[in-house]
């Protein structure tokens, strides 16, 4: 009964020689689920020893570019590199269907080419688009998956997704404020995968651009509020704005531990890209 959280990409939308953009992996039993697509997805997954054909799903929690940089890439490699005639499912809000479709399009030359090169390949992708709302995600599997709606106005609608195997529930919530859906998923669930900025530090900044993000993200303290209220064990911050290597004085986030653990009484964790947290029942 563990359900695996790795962080795949714990960067932001500034470019980053050491942080991959946001991507989660959900890992329970041997099902494999991507939450986000951010920059350099691929490169983390192998990473991580996951082989792009292992992934039971993939799950977009909003169409912002830095979650979806590379979506393009994890369609091309699955169709290439992954079990063959196989479907990969996308899983995301209203608009998703017209984002694929668009990729598609793009990727159309690269397709054409390489059916016209390699005789074994004989359709183009497969992908089985799924947008949601709120409620039961109906995907094949031990997983059971529900979402609900967050709060990123003036970005919308976005989601946030919860993973329940056995008895272990894992949270991960994209861009958001604390909001009412995000509470449905939280409440009783083990962890929460929260993306955070600390805005203490970002309102330090001249940049007009910095501060419009400051009214819809979380920070860490109310990432550690939002897990309080939910009576959840472990609170997993990602997605850092600023980089953790650039406000923390050993580069370890502990800074940003403290600010969190003022509403938090459970586990709290940092880390760099690939950073793994085991969730178990009880834990």
């Not at 099902?31 to 350099?40: F, Q, S």
């Not at 054409?112 to 995600?137: F, T």
């Amino acid at each position: 009964m563990t359900i695996t959280v790795t962080l795949l990409g714990t960067g932001s939308p500034i470019p980053s020689p050491n942080r991959a953009g946001p991507a989660t992996l959900i890992s329970a039993g041997s099902e494999k689920y991507l939450v986000d697509t951010g920059r350099g997805v691929l490169m983390r997954l192998a990473g991580a020893l996951v082989g792009i054909g292992e992934l039971d799903g993939v799950l977009l929690t909003h169409l912002h570019s830095d979650h979806i940089t590379d979506l393009n890439d994890v369609i091309t490699s699955y169709w290439i590199l992954g079990p063959p005639d196989e479907t990969l499912t996308i899983v995301g809000p209203l608009g998703t269907q017209d984002v694929v479709d668009a990729i598609l399009a793009s990727l159309s030359r690269d397709v054409k080419y390489r059916m016209d090169h390699h005789d074994d390949l004989n359709l183009p992708p497969l992908l089985n688009v799924i947008e949601v709302a709120e409620g039961v995600v109906s995907l094949e599997g031990n997983v059971a998956i529900e979402c609900a709606p967050t709060d990123h106005k003036p970005v919308e609608p976005t989601i946030g997704y919860r993973f329940t195997y056995e008895e272990v529930s894992v949270v991960t919530a994209g861009d958001t404020l604390p909001c009412a859906g995000l509470d449905s998923l939280c409440d009783g669930s083990d962890a929460l995968v929260h993306t955070v900025i600390r805005k203490d530090l970002v309102r330090l900044s001249p940049n007009l651009r910095a501060q419009d993000i400051l009214d819809y993200h979380s920070s860490p303290e109310e990432a550690a509020q939002t897990a309080q209220k939910g009576g959840m064990s472990t609170l997993i911050m990602t997605h850092y704005v600023p980089d953790l290597s650039m406000t923390s004085p050993a580069a370890d986030g502990q800074d940003w531990i403290d600010l969190a653990a003022q509403h938090f009484s459970g586990q709290i964790e940092v880390g760099d890209d690939l950073h793994r947290v085991e969730i178990t029942k009880g834990e």
